[in-house]
C-alpha cells in the first residue's frame, strides 16, 4: 500500500512538472493576428463568370443587305447587295506574366476573322473585295491590375491591333494598325462589391474616341449579379450554380478597317465598322478549367461609313454610308478558364 502511495505522489509530480513547462513554452498572445502586414483587394468578386485564358469561337450571322454601296466600275450610282451570311472566327489568349496579391500582369493576342457572301458581286470592286477576302482584326494586348491596399486598385489596358480587308499578309498597310488603352481606378467595397471610373481610348464604335468609363461588377446574393465595363458591355447575370451561369446584356464593338481600292482617290479606303449586339450568353463548366460557352442575339449596324483617310471624321472625305441590315447571330467557343 505504501508503494503504491509513493508511485502516485511520482506521477502527481510529473503531471505538474509537465503542464509548467508547457505553460512557459508557449506564449499564446504570440498567435494572435500579426501587426504591419498589409493587405490587398483581388480582381474578382465572388460567383463571377471564370476569366478566360484561352477562347476559339465560331459566329454567324444571318442574311441582311447592304445597301448604297458605291465603287462600281459599270455605273457610278450606288448599289444595293443581299449577304446570304456572316460567318467570324475568333481567337482570344490572355498569359499570366506576372500574378501574386501585390501585381497581375498579363499578356494576350487576339484574331477577329469576318467573312461575307455577297449574292452576285458582279463588277463592283468594293462588294467583290469584301466577297473574296477576310475582314481581319489581328492584335496583341496587356491588362494590368494593381492593388493599392484592401479597398482601391488601378486597372491599365492596352491594346495594338492590325485590321484590314487584306488580300496577302504583305498588303499589311501601317495605316491598318490601331491603338486603344483605358486607365481605371476603383474601390473594393467588399468580396461582392467592387465599381471603378476612368478614361478609354477605342474604336469600338468605328473611329476613334476619347470617353469616360465606368466599371462596376456586383453580386446581390447568391444567384443575381451584373458586370459593367460601360459603354462597352453591360450584362445582369443569374447563377444557376457556380459552374452555369447565364447572362443577359449587350456589347458594342467594332474598329477601323484598311482596304486597297484601285479606282478610290488615294488607291485606299477605310471601313469605319461598329456593331451593337443586344444578346443572351451561357457558360457551361465542361470538365475542370473548359468551360463551353453559347450566346445568341441581334447584331444591330451601329456605323458602316468608308472613308479616304486615316481616322476621318469629314462629311467630305466620306465615299459612303451603308444602312446595313440587322440580323440574328449565333456564337459557340470553347474556353480555358483561370481557377
Known amino acids: 500500500m505504501k508503494r503504491f502511495f509513493i508511485i502516485g505522489l ?45 477562347s476559339v469561337g465560331y459566329e454567324q450571322h444571318g442574311s441582311f443587305l447592304m445597301p448604297d454601296v458605291r465603287f462600281s466600275n459599270a455605273r457610278p450610282e450606288t448599289e444595293t447587295y443581299s449577304v446570304s451570311r456572316l460567318s467570324s472566327l475568333r481567337f482570344q489568349l490572355n498569359v499570366p506574366v506576372i500574378s501574386n496579391n501585390r501585381f497581375i500582369w498579363q499578356l494576350g493576342a487576339n484574331y477577329w476573322g469576318s467573312r461575307l457572301a455577297i449574292q452576285n458581286p458582279g463588277t463592283n470592286l468594293f462588294a467583290r473585295s469584301l466577297n473574296e477576302n477576310t475582314i481581319t482584326s489581328a492584335g496583341i494586348n496587356t491588362t494590368i491590375f494593381k492593388p493599392l491596399n484592401e479597398k482601391k486598385f488601378l486597372i491599365l489596358q492596352a491594346s495594338l491591333d492590325a485590321n484590314g480587308v487584306f488580300p496577302r499578309i504583305s498588303d499589311v498597310s501601317g495605316q491598318a494598325y490601331t491603338f486603344s488603352g483605358a486607365l481605371i481606378y476603383g474601390w473594393k467595397k467588399s468580396e461582392k462589391n467592387m465599381v471603378g471610373t476612368g478614361l478609354a481610348r477605342t474604336y469600338r464604335a468605328g473611329q476613334l474616341i476619347h470617353l469616360p468609363v465606368l466599371f462596376w461588377n456586383k453580386t446581390f446574393n447568391d444567384h443575381w449579379g451584373m458586370e459593367l465595363l460601360l459603354p462597352a458591355r453591360g450584362h445582369l447575370r443569374y447563377n444557376f450554380s457556380a459552374s452555369n451561369i447565364l447572362q443577359l446584356g449587350f456589347e458594342l464593338e467594332g474598329n477601323q478597317f484598311w482596304m486597297e481600292l484601285p479606282n478610290s482617290k488615294n488607291g485606299t479606303v477605310f471601313i469605319q465598322r461598329s456593331e451593337l449586339k443586344p444578346r443572351i450568353m451561357w457558360d457551361k463548366k465542361i470538365s475542370g478549367f473548359f468551360w463551353l460557352s453559347a450566346q445568341a442575339g441581334l447584331r444591330y449596324n451601329w456605323r458602316f461609313d468608308v472613308m479616304d483617310s486615316y481616322n476621318a471624321r469629314n462629311q467630305n472625305v466620306m465615299y459612303f454610308n451603308s444602312q446595313l441590315g440587322n440580323p440574328l447571330f449565333f456564337n459557340i467557343s470553347i474556353n480555358f478558364v483561370s481557377p
Do not use: H, M, W
Open 10 to 54: 511520482c506521477c502527481l509530480s510529473l503531471t505538474a512538472i509537465a503542464q509548467q513547462d508547457s505553460t512557459d513554452t508557449f506564449d499564446y498572445s504570440k498567435f494572435g493576428d500579426a501587426e504591419g502586414v498589409k493587405r490587398f483587394c483581388t480582381q474578382k468578386v465572388i460567383n463571377q463568370v471564370p476569366i478566360r485564358i484561352v
